[in-house]
T-cell receptor, first 114, second 114 residues
């Protein structure tokens, strides 16, 4: 079985500051990991995904995440926050490539102040 | 804009009633997944349909049922509604069988059970 834990239900940063959203996973098989973003009154949008090709994954909107097997982590980062990054971010895991049955974390709300 | 549309956007029902939620997949997609997102939680996988057949189910009781039609649109039916069924219901479509399968989410149906 797979699961993910997102540390911190809320993260606050200033515009221009580093964004770091934490995700740790648990999986009995090599995991496939995802980060999704959800803006108010909208569905989820894929930011990036890890499918074992490379440990550092670059996504849209300047986000990237690094898979660290030794730490069972897949933290999301962005060097410089923008006001438009304010949203809810979800980490998710599946057990195989192409498996669309994702297990999501509880989410982290990113707040960006001017 | 993902091309996945859900209707209605909001719905209010009373306990014990039945509800049908609808989803129109992105053109060309053959797989649809449904997720339940309770307030303050991450989405939870309900079930998935591939070419009109159920292709996996999460930990939801049988009163949650679904259909996928030949045009790949889909319905989620919930019988004997309970207060805890109040949530945002998300539909996601994808194209199974490609090398870059990706979920495209709709904006969801917000169901309130009173």
């Amino acid at each position: 079985a797979q699961s993910v834990t997102q540390l911190g239900s809320h993260v606050s940063v200033s515009e221009g500051a580093l964004v770091l959203l934490r995700c740790n996973y648990s999986s009995s098989v090599p995991p496939y990991l995802f980060w999704y973003v959800q803006y108010p009154n909208q569905g989820l949008q894929l930011l990036l995904k890890y499918t074992s090709a490379a440990t550092l994954v670059k996504g849209i909107n300047g986000f990237e995440a690094e898979f660290k097997k030794s730490e069972t982590s897949f933290h999301l980062t962005k060097p410089s926050a923008h006001m438009s990054d304010a949203a809810e971010y979800f980490c998710a895991v599946s057990g195989s490539r192409g498996d669309q049955k994702l297990v999501f974390g509880t989410g982290t709300r990113l707040l960006v102040s001017p | 804009e993902t091309g996945v549309t859900q209707s209605p956007t909001h719905l209010i029902k009373t306990r014990g009633q039945q509800v049908t939620l609808r989803c129109s997949s992105q053109s060309g997609h053959n797989t649809v997944s449904w997720y339940q997102q309770a307030l303050g939680q991450g989405p939870q996988f309900i079930f998935q349909y591939y070419r009109e057949e159920e292709n996996g189910r999460g930990n939801f009781p049988p009163r949650f049922s679904g259909l996928q039609f030949p045009n790949y649109s889909s319905e989620l039916n919930v019988n004997a509604l309970e207060l805890d069924d109040s949530a945002l219901y998300l539909c996601a479509s994808s194209l199974t069988g490609t090398t870059n399968e990706k979920l495209f989410f709709g904006s969801g149906t917000q169901l309130s059970v009173l």
